[in-house]
């Protein structure tokens, strides 16, 4: 009798807990869904992601003792960014980037090793450990980076700060070189890229893509790649948006829903002292990206005198970070969006399929300058 009385009991508790839990998440869900919903409407960049970060960070402060993103919703979330990367990448760039190729692959290069180079002094002059240097400075798409970044000896919480700090700043300053460097073109239709037409989705478009998540997972673990629940179903979706056996598409509110979950993840790991000791790197974060942002000015300048293109059209198309929001800017500007979008758009795939292997490289040959363990900064 007493063994009974003794499970209602812990089923009450376990219930109430449930019910609990349940009603933190559907409160802070709201929270950053109305959060990022404003963010939106005044065109902040990583609207979403950020919004459910802040919100994530003050409840999570307030009730220390919070639930997490448990990990089969966070593999989930990392598929479904694969997908929408590898959907997103328009086969008319490929015959553009052809063209031009030599230059782009060399200003590419060039804006790859400056970073190489800042992740490995970033460790020498903080306490920022390596593989989160060079997670944080390779300009591969914030959300994207964030997501390759889990499960590695990286630091998530400072990889999103320094990948959206970067984010932020890059898109600020585009918008004010873009009207200082305003470049005047007959009809600037001329220079939107060419998109093709597109049937209106059948349910088999929607019903399809995530099962193209889940094979893509599958396939990325079978062929060993590395961060395989991310660049598997970036794989498989290059290859759709390439061959089209149909037209993939996520439903509307799809995007948002998976960076509210990252934006979640990377916001639940912050306690007071890793907010104390992130606050203590913006300093340094901020001038390592202004130095970044300047440098790839530079290599844009560079390669608009090799393709004959517009200065503006150089340093959009080089700006490390906010690919998307970037192209917004030239449209309103009338620089070249197609060359913008094609060396955006190239430079992130090559950054995401090797940004594991940089990473190894860099650490590799840090081991090899010095014998002592380099010093890493203590989050927990």
Known sequence: MAVVVYSFRRLDRTGAHMKSKILWWVIVGALAVGLGFGAQRLAIPGSWFVAAMIIAVITGLIRPAHPQVNKPVLMGAQAVIGTMLGINVRPDIFPLLLLHLPAIIGVISFTIA??????MVLPRISSLNRETAAMGSLPGGASAMIALSIGTKADTRIVGLMQYL?????VLISSLVAKFLTYHVSTVGQHVPRVSSVAIHGWYDYALMPLVAVAGVWIGRLIRLPAATLLGPMLLGLLISIFHPFHPVWP?????L????????????????SLNQAGRLLP???TNVLVLIGFCALVGLVLSRLIDASPLSGYLATSPGGGDTISIIAFGCGADVSLIFAVQIFRALVILFTGPYLTKAILHITRKQSAQPSSTIDLT
């Open 284 to 286: 340094l974060l901020i």
């Open 166 to 170: 970067r984010m932020i700043l890059v």
């Open 114 to 119: 400056f970073c190489l180079v800042a992740a």
């Open 252 to 256: 509307l509110w799809v995007p948002p």
């Open 258 to 273: 998976v960076y509210i979950i990252m934006g979640f993840y990377v916001g639940l790991l912050f306690d007071r002292k």
